[in-house]
């Protein structure tokens, strides 16, 4: 073989640059390079692992967006930040609103003092001018923002009925005079207008036209007249669908009003990448309000703040963060002030006795855990003709008894203990009702037999029905049809793909077989979910329902029959008895004693046509576990509220100082590296000598 | 060379087209335009707007009659176009809700009519039933006397601004003239303005009297209306060789419409397309660096440890889960060592301090894959007489290796570099996710999670053209670096 020379400057050269990568560290430390750009501001750093869909509040319909949408924009009321359980306060009213007699027409008083953002919308050059006439440049030269008044949340209010991709107006639909009219005229109007403005006839429609139920007699009165009694009325528009938009500023925007919000809250939008980030920084005009006090020992980890003006911090800067790991290192490195808990976090975070762990405590970190208004359940679609309720002919009687049968047995066959020890790391509670623990109508005398672990009575019940059953102990069963010998079989659709669904589909498999019946999972994106929920293709439909206000009545009108055409009763139980009860709990209140009896007294009464028919298999009500940096003041929870940013508070200096002991670089490891690439490197050199030599 | 470019860049329409045809078949053929309009609009969005993104991507046409109906009405400046698609729209779901009572009904027929529950269903259905009726005849109503409706209603609204307008002027014009005369002053212009003030608004009245008549006659017209089968829709689907006229035409305009947030999928994409560049651009780049430089030494050095310990590494490499690395790294080299930082991403030069982890990474992962391919080809060309007798001549081994067998190894690589790099710029979806790059690949699983079909579009066409363009520039870097290959 010819001698081997090459010239080894090149291969020296890109050796040592590997080495020298190995030990050039200086690039982390983004903890301490944060804290640096916080110097004297309050920031609060914190995390979602959805991303951010719009900050138009009449739009908004996810929790992400709402949480935005209170960032900037106002509501007649809010939630007392500390007092629990929660109850509505004043926002930018005077005072709570008054009811007339009949408790139709309710009357709120607005404060003075309240103030939108300047924003370009306000500027006389913007005077019938759009931002896509203007473009970004023209944004700086603000108009200093005008006076709230009444005729604001009359447009608002008519905007979330004119809005044909409004998500929120359920809340009112059928509520208030005339609302529903203006709405069905407003679509008609959609896009009718000249070739170059199609959408005037619908604008000025929104702006001029008069809807009886909702008046303002003087700029600090609102009125609004509903149709029938409404308790729920205040709590609905709490939600940020009630929230006061400039009409300046929703003419101005236009298609572009969800990204370019402009409210009276307490913070203005700095800047919004998508997938990346969103940074709220101080409204200065924000209106006189401060920190609520209170001497009750829970709330001491308030007092430095109580009494304090409002909006605390200066900045609430949210990123979006999809993986799980990425968030809880960088809420570790102190760059986060709080952090949820991921499953595959869980174990390192808390020990079994619901505590941080050592090495979490010693950092300063704690841990906070509340009920979440939140059920998980399974809906079957009582269209389905084996496991949906045919009718009372006998034929029928028969086919409809099998599938009440299967429908209970798949409900027994469920352990829920299990499931939420395995899946949720404990985080939840069996739900054996549908009203939440912490929610007037939860009791636990309530708890329906058929929603209880029992694959017996599931198995005797299959058998009740006339299938024949196969196996005997612990199982696996085999649930066989009298008329054809096959095995009975149920597939329920699953909203996610994640390695997670799997994990649940092995788990409803192996709870069908206590009782015979296959379960089947088809794991789903969320979007070809929804659509084959709407189109009620699909026997089950893995489910859950963030409550939308502290009322049984929220939870109780997805199996109300009325709400088949709106799409909320995906179940497609349509029970007349179940009906009717449901139409007289709608009409009653919690603050009144004798209605919350009676209010009682049906809640148990539809519990019992439910264990009859077992529409839903509840699973559990989920418990969350947040994790907070020392610095921070854990917000007292409230999952109704979406507009405590102004609360929010973070020690800043404290987390420059802490970050900078949590982001110290470790050397060692570098110098090891740096060895171990060194070595082979070196010994790469000198056989290249060798060779030439 | 010229004209083998140019057949090339003549056949691109025709792949172009079959890419075009292939999307249309996934997005269009495979699933119905209603639920087209669901994916894209949201479930939330109402029938009306569905209708009208129907008709605007070309999925439904208003039939001769519907036509015929438009035109008379644009002929008497009567915008109906948008309030004719509300109503097929709503027809549409009257007719949904009437096959269901009427399925349910049936259903129903032959149980015991006396049995209670059986009662309570009927009555409930009877009731749905009846509503609808009623909604239907509303709808009919409407559809037939829409057009009047909306003149008569824009006359109302005209004419209550009017009488508004005038009533104030009135008003306005009588303090005038109450304090001239209180004051004692000349009045008769004043008078003759009060008096005209008080005609114009009198004439006023009676235009939005008349308005409003015509609104009750309208009104009491369409209630005469009863049968649902006497209306004709007026609109239809447009036949699919023009659906895919209409898709083809949109994307050669660049026209991929707008995400489901309602941004722009061009904005979109732009802002994508810069950090997964800039983070798989140089990451890409170095990774062929190295594996090149591996690749060359153990091909050199071919059965010496040397070769051994490189081929041994790049085995370990590429049998380690991409998951496990890029989780370990992040977990190791940022949180605990504090070397790089966790996650994020900065505009401009502040970016690389957040794209250097990512990188290493990516040349870590790709490091085993490519190496080995890089060995396999310099292997082949080391032992071709041409390198014997380049050494024969008395070369050093670095122009042997650089000059002959890295020149000729570069076919097989420029043909692997030309798949890469058209993937280059959708990003790496787990790196970008991991390390909150908000690049394309990020932006690619939300499109798929959330059904965005605009967005995958756009990224399945542009991916088609960049391919076609990577192997177009391939060819003729052939030529270039073999003077053998022949382009023609």
């Keep these: ?693 | 060379m010229f004209t083998y470019i140019l057949r090339k860049l003549m056949y691109m329409p025709f792949i172009l087209l079959g890419v075009v045809a292939l999307t249309f078949m996934l997005f269009t053929v495979s699933t119905k335009p209603e639920a087209l309009a669901t994916i894209q609009l949201g479930e939330k969005a109402s029938a009306r707007s569905k209708y009208e993104w129907l008709a605007t991507k070309g999925y439904v046409e208003f039939t001769e009659r519907g036509r015929e109906k438009l035109s008379k009405m644009e002929k008497q400046q009567i915008p109906a176009r948008g309030t004719m698609l509300f109503n097929a729209s709503i027809l549409a779901d009257l007719a949904s809700e009437r096959d269901y009572l009427k399925s349910e009904i049936d259903a129903l027929a032959g149980e015991d009519p006396e049995d209670k529950d059986v009662k309570a269903r009927l009555a409930r259905l009877d009731l749905r039933r009846h509503k609808n009726e009623v909604e239907s005849k509303a709808a009919i109503a409407n559809a037939r006397q829409t057009c009047l409706l909306e003149k008569a209603g824009q006359a109302n609204l005209d004419a209550v601004a009017k009488v508004d307008d005038l009533g104030a002027r009135k008003a306005a014009a009588q303090e005038a003239l109450d304090k001239a005369k209180a004051a004692g002053g000349d009045t008769a212009d004043l008078e003759k303005a009060a008096r005209d003030a008080a005609a114009d608004h009198e004439a006023a009245l009676k235009e939005y009297e008349a308005a409003l008549a015509l609104v009750s006659r309208v009104k009491s017209e369409s209630e005469k209306i009863t049968k649902v089968e006497d209306i004709e829709p007026d609109l239809d689907y447009t036949n699919i060789f023009r659906q895919f006229v209409n898709y083809t035409a949109d994307l050669l305009r660049l026209d991929f419409g707008d995400t489901r947030q309602g941004r722009a999928v061009t904005e979109v994409l732009w802002s994508g397309a810069g950090p997964s560049l800039a983070l798989l651009l140089p990451a890409f780049l170095l990774s062929e660096l190295i594996a090149l430089f591996f690749g060359l030494l153990a091909a050199m050095y071919r059965k010496s440890s040397m070769d051994h310990t490189i081929v041994i590494s790049s085995i370990v490499l590429m049998s380690l889960n991409g998951i496990a690395i890029i989780i370990a790294g992040q977990k190791f080299l940022a949180s605990d060592w504090n070397y790089f930082p966790i996650s994020g991403y900065s505009t401009g030069f502040g970016a690389t301090r957040y794209l250097i982890l990512p990188a290493l990474l990516y040349v870590l992962l790709s490091f085993g894959e490519h190496v080995r391919f890089n060995r396999i080809i310099m292997l082949d060309e080391v032992g071709q007489d041409y390198v014997r007798t380049a050494r024969s001549k008395g070369l050093n081994e670095n122009q042997v290796l650089f000059k002959h067998v890295l020149r000729n190894s570069l076919i097989p690589l420029i043909t692997r570099w030309a798949v890469a790099i058209p993937t280059l710029y959708t990003g790496s979806l787990i790196l970008e996710s991991f390390f909150g790059i908000p690049g394309l690949g990020y932006l690619t699983v939300d499109a798929i999670a959330n059904s965005d079909g605009n967005v995958i579009r756009a990224i399945v066409v542009i991916g088609a053209v960049s391919f076609m363009l990577a192997n177009l520039l391939s060819d003729v870097l052939y030529a270039v670096v073999d003077p053998r290959v022949r382009l023609g």
């Design chain 1, 1 to 693: 073989m010819a001698p081997r020379t090459l010239k080894w400057s090149p291969l020296l050269a890109l050796s040592a640059a590997l080495a020298l990568l190995s030990l050039a560290p200086g690039c982390g430390g983004t903890a301490a390079t944060l804290s640096s750009q916080d110097e004297g501001l309050v920031v609060v750093r914190r995390s979602e692992s959805g991303d951010l869909k719009s900050i138009d509040p009449q739009i908004a319909g996810d929790v992400i967006s709402s949480l935005n949408c209170g960032m900037c924009y106002d509501t007649l009321l809010q939630y007392d930040y500390i007092k629990r359980p929660a109850e509505l306060v004043p926002n930018v009213t005077t005072g709570m609103p008054t009811y007339s007699e009949d408790s139709l027409t309710v009357t709120f008083k607005l404060r003075d003092d309240v103030f939108f953002q300047d924003n370009r919308c306000f500027h006389p050059d913007a005077t019938g001018k759009t931002y896509r006439d203007e473009g970004m440049g023209a944004q700086a030269d603000k108009g200093p923002g005008r006076k709230l008044v009444a005729s604001d949340f009359v447009y608002s209010f008519k905007r979330l009925a004119a809005l044909p991709d409004s998500n929120g107006f359920w809340v009112l639909e059928g509520m208030v005079e005339g609302l529903d009219e203006f709405r069905s005229q407003s679509f008609k109007l959609l896009d009718t207008g000249p070739a170059d403005d199609p959408g005037k006839p619908w604008r000025d429609h929104l702006r001029t036209a008069a809807v009886s139920g909702l008046q303002a007699p003087d700029d600090h009165t609102f009125v609004v007249k509903l149709t029938q009694k409404y308790p729920q009325f205040l709590y609905a528009i709490t939600l940020s669908y009630g929230a006061a938009v400039p009409y300046e500023a929703a003419e101005y925007y236009r298609r572009d009003f969800f990204r370019m919000p402009c409210g009276s809250g307490p913070y203005i939008l700095k800047s919004w990448k998508p997938n990346w980030e969103i940074v709220w920084e101080r409204n200065p005009k924000f209106r006189v309000e401060h920190f609520p006090t209170s001497n009750a020992p829970e709330h001491a980890r308030f007092k430095p703040l109580m009494g304090k003006r409002l909006p605390i911090a200066d900045i609430i800067d949210t990123r979006f963060i999809k993986e799980s790991q990425p968030r809880y290192l960088k809420f570790l490195a102190g760059e986060l002030d709080s952090s949820g808990i991921d499953k595959d976090q869980f174990s390192a975070a808390v020990t079994p006795q619901t505590e941080v762990t050592p090495a979490l405590a010693a950092k300063g970190i704690y841990l906070k855990t509340w009920e979440d208004p939140t059920l998980d359940y399974m809906t079957f679609n009582l269209r389905d003709p084996l496991v949906g309720t045919q009718g009372n002919d006998p034929a029928r009687k028969k086919q409809a008894e099998r599938a009440r049968a299967i429908r209970q047995a798949v409900s027994m066959s469920i352990d829920r203990e299990d499931y939420i020890r395995r899946y949720l790391n404990g985080r939840g509670s069996p739900a054996l009702q549908l009203v939440p623990p912490g929610i007037t109508g939860y009791d636990p005398k309530f708890d329906m037999t058929s929603q209880k672990f029992n694959p017996a009575a599931g198995r005797k019940a299959l058998q009740a029905a006339g299938y024949r059953l196969e196996g005997s102990g612990e199982g696996p069963y085999r649930a066989l049809d009298p008329d054809t010998g096959q095995q009975v079989s149920v597939t329920i659709c699953l909203r996610s793909t994640a390695a997670s669904a799997f994990d649940e589909a092995r788990f409803y498999k192996a709870s069908g077989d206590r009782v015979g019946v296959q379960i089947n999972a088809e794991p789903l994106t969320f979007a070809e979910f929804l659509k084959r929920q709407d189109e009620g293709k699909g026997q089950a439909f893995d489910a859950g329902w963030v409550m939308d206000y502290p009322d049984a009545q929220n939870m109780m009108q997805l199996l109300w029959g009325g709400n088949i055409a709106t799409g909320l009763n995906h179940t497609y139980y349509d029970d007349p008895d179940f009906n009717r009860l449901y139409e007289r709990l709608r009409l009653l209140e919690d603050s009144v004693p004798a209605e919350k009896a009676e209010k009682l007294q049906l809640i148990e009464q539809m519990y019992q046509l439910l264990d009859r028919d077992v529409p839903w298999v509840m699973i559990n009500f989920r418990k969350t576990f947040a994790l907070y940096n020392p610095w921070y003041i854990a917000p007292e929870p409230n999952e109704f509220a979406y507009s405590y940013g102004k609360f929010w508070y973070s020690d800043t200096p404290r987390r420059t100082e802490v970050a900078a002991t949590r982001s110290e670089t470790v050397i060692w490891p570098a110098l090891l590296l740096g060895l171990v690439l060194t070595i082979p490197s070196a010994f790469m050199v000198t056989r290249i000598i060798k060779a030439q030599a």
